[in-house]
């Protein structure tokens, strides 16, 4: 279901984006480590100059029964209609644990955009989050449905950002609601013919189908 | 929080914005079409200081079915729906919220220094980074600390025993670790020192003249206690009061002993206020109604010198040992008057909650969330968005496919972007409009926009093909069988307009410039005005001459009045009878502002 960057088909060799038998688009310019450890729900762009930390994973199961984790852990998993903008570094959240320091999980949900040269730390980033450009989600912080963040936010770690919030600030706190019309798609979104398709014009928090087309 | 350009805000007309509040910015205003002036006759100014409060982007709108309008955040009611906490999002009961305050109990605290939510660490200096998960909560004690600042309850002294119940664990621990004695503890202590206070009056009056008679109180001033305890005190100290007077009511004294106010009981009140020579209090007892009296009794006197020890104690710690206001005000109340870092608490979460909205005129429910706190589903959502067409604007080269793309991307950066930070003064520029329509049925949309825009800089504005239609919502699918086909492009030759600024395709006016399912777009042309300058001599005034824009006047908005037309079906089971032609017509009509850019001045 989810393909790995790993096994891309090279159907454009000169274009700027490697496209997987998904959908997903993966810029050349990005730098990604782990890809065995990554997953892309589909149809989500990675652009260049990002920074994909998979091989930040949880060790191996060192349990003597044999269960736990399994080999290849997940590191960091992102959903469908996912666009990372340019610059943005993805690191899984790590911490001491009965004495010893691990990785954990990161997992990003669908149709969520992160602006350019953010820092994302996170636990988890639901689906329909707008993060904006040059902001820092610290380790662990969840960040729930339906969430607008401003520019140069500083979540800190730990924080819980509960659905329908606006955030900003640094440290970050709720500074107001987002619409009930968040996220919201009537009728065919971004459909439009040439151009229509451009950021402004798709409903704030809603699909980014449009936008992962108009990529290229 | 401003809005990249290109924008479009919507006016609610819930105020009535049409007060002429700059009647200078109406003189030029005119309409370029002339069909509305029975609908609204005055043009909405995007520059009045109303404006603000009017204009809303359209996910922010909500619609009533009812009264057929849009319904901003100043036109419902909210009723709240649920109360939870935001950090652990659980549910808070109504009740509870009425009786425990609009804070979380459980373990969610905020940093007082910077607002962060704190996280509960063992202090086990091993563990130091670790946050509890409940597989391994080590023992030992814990502390809060802010993970974005630094600060932590050891600041002010503050650990925990458990890293559950840290509520309850704080409220019984002043800042530097004491413990604050319980209800009862209280109360035995309060009757202790009575004791003693009595002792002490009685020694003073025998020998008056060896210190004051507010010597009991000074006592106590080196710590003072907080409003919490202070109020705890005065009830105690009146309950005890009431139920002394009404003991003694008529039962081994005389009635006249008891009497309020009587010369007697104020003789007795003057002996009892420690006048020198006067009989001890204890031989009085039970006195009738009096005021509190010393700290025992939630009496707090402020003196001279707790004053002169406050700004000395300022003049040491300085700025930096200080709060701000803002701390202070994020305070829990009882709290509030924090003056020193010492002195600040951690701050209980406060809650947030789920509304459902109503229509203010109506009565209309138009939003009601699932009462759920996890979940993001609404059992009604009546969205503006549904109803009233959406209104974009950008310009005719095409813009950057993702808001600001990295430069370093060679790809995008070879593509031109048009710089809307940027207009050039007096080079008219083309703009596509265009109109989605939500509805199920087809619109006949006329536009309308002054001529001019008002401010300080006027722009010309003209929209080549102000009237023309916009087709149905229909079926998605319809549209998708045929997508091969692509959209049905006026000009072909319209893919490459991208390269310069709509070079090679004609503007003409009177025609739409593209047309698809359910959208229309056409051309305004904009001819961004340049700062006014003063001409030498031709105007007297000395006002005139020197015109300093203000923040923001450099802005392009572009009010535009859109007036819609549709037929809707009258009776949609009618229809079964064949009668096609049953169908009435409807109109609607908005204001909204289209924020173009900035023009260089
Ligand atoms: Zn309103
Ligand atoms: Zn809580
Ligand atoms: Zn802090
Ligand atoms: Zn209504």
Same mark, same amino acid.
């Given at each position: 279901?989810?393909?790995?960057?790993?096994?891309?088909?090279?159907?454009?060799?000169?274009?700027?984006?490697?496209?997987?038998?998904?959908?997903?688009?993966?810029?050349?310019?990005?730098?990604?480590?782990?890809?065995?450890?990554?997953?892309?729900?589909?149809?989500?762009?990675?652009?260049?100059?990002?920074?994909?930390?998979?091989?930040?994973?949880?060790?191996?199961?060192?349990?003597?029964?044999?269960?736990?984790?399994?080999?290849?852990?997940?590191?960091?998993?992102? /959903?469908?209609?996912?666009?990372?903008?340019?610059?943005?570094?993805?690191?899984?959240?790590?911490?001491?644990?009965? /004495?010893?320091?691990?990785?954990?999980?990161?997992?990003?949900?669908?149709?969520?955009?992160?602006?350019?040269?953010?820092?994302?730390?996170?636990?988890?980033?639901?689906?329909?989050?707008?993060?904006?450009?040059?902001?820092?989600?610290?380790?662990?912080?969840?960040?729930?449905?339906?969430?607008?963040?401003?520019?140069?936010?500083?979540?800190?770690?730990?924080?819980?950002?509960?659905?329908?919030?606006?955030?900003?600030?640094?440290?970050?706190?709720?500074?107001?609601?987002?619409?009930?019309?968040?996220?919201?798609?009537?009728?065919?979104?971004?459909?439009?013919?040439?151009?229509?398709?451009?950021?402004?014009?798709?409903?704030?928090?809603?699909?980014?189908?449009?936008?992962?087309?108009?990529?290229? | 929080?401003?809005?990249?350009?290109?924008?479009?805000?919507?006016?609610?007309?819930?105020?009535?914005?049409?007060?002429?509040?700059?009647?200078?910015?109406?003189?030029?205003?005119?309409?370029?079409?002339?069909?509305?002036?029975?609908?609204?006759?005055?043009?909405?100014?995007?520059?009045?200081?109303?404006?603000?409060?009017?204009?809303?982007?359209?996910?922010?709108?909500?619609?009533?079915?009812?009264?057929?309008?849009?319904?901003?955040?100043?036109?419902?009611?909210?009723?709240?729906?649920?109360?939870?906490?935001?950090?652990?999002?659980?549910?808070?009961?109504?009740?509870?919220?009425?009786?425990?305050?609009?804070?979380?109990?459980?373990?969610?605290?905020?940093?007082?220094?910077?607002?962060?939510?704190?996280?509960?660490?063992?202090?086990?200096?091993?563990?130091?980074?670790?946050?509890?998960?409940?597989?391994?909560?080590?023992?030992?004690?814990?502390?809060?600390?802010?993970?974005?600042?630094?600060?932590?309850?050891?600041?002010?002294?503050?650990?925990?025993?458990?890293?559950?119940?840290?509520?309850?664990?704080?409220?019984?621990?002043?800042?530097?670790?004491?413990?604050?004695?319980?209800?009862?503890?209280?109360?035995?202590?309060?009757?202790?020192?009575?004791?003693?206070?009595?002792?002490?009056?009685?020694?003073?009056?025998?020998?008056?003249?060896?210190?004051?008679?507010?010597?009991?109180?000074?006592?106590?001033?080196?710590?003072?206690?907080?409003?919490?305890?202070?109020?705890?005190?005065?009830?105690?100290?009146?309950?005890?009061?009431?139920?002394?007077?009404?003991?003694?009511?008529?039962?081994?004294?005389?009635?006249?002993?008891?009497?309020?106010?009587?010369?007697?009981?104020?003789?007795?009140?003057?002996?009892?206020?420690?006048?020198?020579?006067?009989?001890?209090?204890?031989?009085?007892?039970?006195?009738?109604?009096?005021?509190?009296? #010393?700290?025992?009794?939630?009496?707090?006197?402020?003196?001279?010198?707790?004053?002169?020890?406050?700004?000395?104690?300022?003049?040491?710690?300085?700025?930096?040992?200080?709060?701000?206001?803002?701390?202070?005000?994020?305070?829990?109340?009882?709290?509030?008057?924090?003056?020193?870092?010492?002195?600040?608490?951690?701050?209980?979460?406060?809650?947030?909650?789920?509304?459902?909205?109503?229509?203010?005129?109506?009565?209309?429910?138009?939003?009601?969330?699932?009462?759920?706190?996890?979940?993001?589903?609404?059992?009604?959502?009546?969205?503006?968005?549904?109803?009233?067409?959406?209104?974009?604007?950008?310009?005719?080269?095409?813009?950057?496919?993702?808001?600001?793309?990295?430069?370093?991307?060679?790809?995008?950066?070879?593509?031109?972007?048009?710089?809307?930070?940027?207009?050039?003064?007096?080079?008219?520029?083309?703009?596509?409009?265009?109109?989605?329509?939500?509805?199920?049925?087809?619109?006949?949309?006329?536009?309308?926009?002054?001529?001019?825009?008002?401010?300080?800089?006027?722009?010309?504005?003209?929209?080549?093909?102000?009237?023309?239609?916009?087709?149905?919502?229909?079926?998605?699918?319809?549209?998708?069988?045929?997508?091969?086909?692509?959209?049905?492009?006026?000009?072909?030759?319209?893919?490459?307009?991208?390269?310069?600024?709509?070079?090679?395709?004609?503007?003409?006016?009177?025609?739409?410039?593209?047309?698809?399912?359910?959208?229309?777009?056409?051309?305004?042309?904009?001819?961004?005005?340049?700062?006014?300058?003063?001409?030498?001599?031709?105007? #007297?005034?000395?006002?005139?001459?020197?015109?300093?824009?203000?923040?923001?006047?450099?802005?392009?908005?572009?009010?535009?009045?859109?007036?819609?037309?549709?037929?809707?079906?009258?009776?949609?089971?009618?229809?079964?009878?064949?009668?096609?032609?049953?169908?009435?017509?409807?109109?609607?009509?908005?204001?909204?502002?289209?924020?173009? #850019?900035?023009?260089?001045?």
């Amino acid at each position: 279901m989810a393909s790995r960057p790993s096994a891309t088909s090279r159907r454009q060799v000169k274009g700027e984006y490697i496209e997987t038998d998904s959908g997903n688009k993966v810029s050349r310019k990005a730098s990604i480590a782990g890809t065995a450890n990554i997953t892309l729900g589909g149809k989500t762009v990675i652009q260049s100059d990002v920074i994909l930390r998979g091989d930040l994973h949880r060790l191996p199961s060192t349990k003597p029964d044999g269960t736990g984790i399994p080999h290849a852990p997940t590191a960091i998993s992102i /959903g469908r209609c996912t666009v990372i903008s340019s610059g943005c570094v993805l690191r899984p959240p790590s911490r001491l644990s009965r /004495g010893t320091y691990s990785f954990y999980p990161m997992k990003i949900g669908d149709n969520v955009f992160i602006g350019h040269h953010s820092i994302v730390q996170a636990a988890s980033i639901s689906s329909h989050v707008y993060i904006a450009e040059h902001c820092v989600l610290q380790p662990f912080c969840i960040v729930k449905e339906n969430v607008k963040i401003l520019s140069h936010t500083v979540v800190p770690a730990n924080m819980v950002i509960p659905s329908n919030s606006l955030v900003a600030g640094r440290p970050a706190r709720v500074i107001g609601e987002v619409g009930e019309g968040w996220g919201c798609t009537p009728g065919a979104p971004g459909e439009g013919g040439r151009g229509a398709t451009v950021a402004g014009e798709w409903v704030e928090g809603g699909e980014l189908r449009e936008l992962v087309r108009s990529i290229k | 929080m401003a809005q990249p350009f290109p924008y479009t805000y919507y006016a609610c007309s819930c105020t009535d914005d049409t007060t002429t509040s700059s009647k200078g910015a109406f003189t030029r205003a005119r309409f370029s079409a002339n069909e509305n002036d029975d609908e609204e006759d005055q043009t909405f100014d995007p520059r009045s200081p109303r404006a603000n409060y009017s204009l809303f982007p359209l996910e922010n709108l909500l619609y009533c079915a009812e009264c057929q309008t849009v319904r901003c955040s100043r036109c419902v009611t909210e009723e709240i729906a649920c109360w939870f906490c935001p950090s652990c999002l659980f549910e808070v009961p109504s009740s509870m919220v009425r009786s425990e305050g609009n804070r979380c109990t459980r373990n969610c605290y905020n940093c007082p220094i910077c607002t962060s939510p704190m996280t509960v660490n063992p202090l086990d200096t091993q563990d130091r980074l670790v946050v509890p998960d409940a597989a391994s909560v080590p023992g030992g004690p814990f502390y809060l600390s802010c993970p974005y600042c630094a600060w932590s309850s050891l600041d002010i002294g503050i650990k925990f025993e458990r890293a559950s119940n840290i509520t309850g664990q704080l409220a019984r621990i002043k800042n530097g670790g004491k413990v604050v004695p319980t209800l009862k503890e209280r109360e035995r202590e309060r009757d202790r020192k009575r004791e003693k206070d009595d002792k002490r009056h009685f020694e003073e009056s025998t020998q008056p003249s060896s210190s004051s008679p507010l010597g009991s109180i000074d006592e106590d001033t080196q710590e003072a206690p907080n409003s919490e305890e202070t109020f705890s005190d005065l009830t105690a100290f009146y309950k005890n009061q009431i139920s002394i007077s009404n003991n003694t009511n008529g039962s081994m004294f005389n009635p006249h002993d008891i009497n309020f106010g009587s010369p007697s009981s104020i003789t007795r009140l003057m002996s009892l206020y420690g006048r020198p020579g006067a009989k001890p209090a204890k031989k009085d007892k039970p006195q009738s109604m009096r005021e509190a009296y #010393g700290s025992t009794e939630g009496f707090f006197e402020v003196s001279n010198s707790s004053e002169d020890e406050l700004i000395e104690r300022i003049r040491t710690l300085g700025w930096s040992g200080t709060t701000s206001i803002e701390q202070r005000s994020n305070q829990p109340p009882h709290n509030s008057s924090a003056r020193f870092l010492d002195d600040i608490r951690p701050i209980p979460t406060l809650l947030r909650t789920k509304q459902s909205k109503r229509c203010r005129s109506c009565r209309n429910i138009l939003v009601r969330p699932d009462n759920k706190v996890s979940s993001t589903r609404y059992k009604i959502k009546l969205l503006a968005l549904n109803y009233i067409p959406r209104v974009t604007i950008r310009a005719l080269a095409p813009p950057p496919p993702v808001p600001s793309t990295s430069t370093l991307s060679n790809a995008t950066a070879l593509r031109p972007t048009f710089d809307y930070d940027h207009l050039q003064p007096s080079k008219p520029t083309h703009f596509l409009l265009t109109l989605r329509n939500p509805l199920f049925d087809p619109l006949k949309v006329t536009l309308a926009t002054p001529s001019y825009t008002s401010g300080r800089i006027n722009h010309k504005v003209t929209i080549m093909c102000p009237q023309f239609d916009v087709g149905a919502n229909t079926d998605v699918w319809d549209e998708a069988l045929n997508a091969g086909t692509g959209s049905k492009l006026r000009n072909p030759t319209s893919s490459m307009s991208g390269s310069s600024d709509n070079g090679g395709m004609q503007v003409e006016a009177g025609k739409i410039w593209e047309k698809g399912r359910n959208w229309t777009s056409v051309i305004v042309e904009v001819i961004p005005g340049r700062k006014p300058i003063s001409l030498p001599g031709s105007f #007297g005034s000395p006002a005139y001459q020197e015109e300093e824009l203000d923040e923001d006047d450099d802005v392009l908005e572009i009010p535009v009045f859109v007036r819609l037309e549709y037929e809707v079906e009258a009776d949609k089971e009618e229809k079964v009878g064949g009668s096609m032609g049953q169908k009435t017509k409807k109109e609607d009509a908005f204001w909204c502002v289209l924020g173009v #850019g900035r023009v260089v001045v």
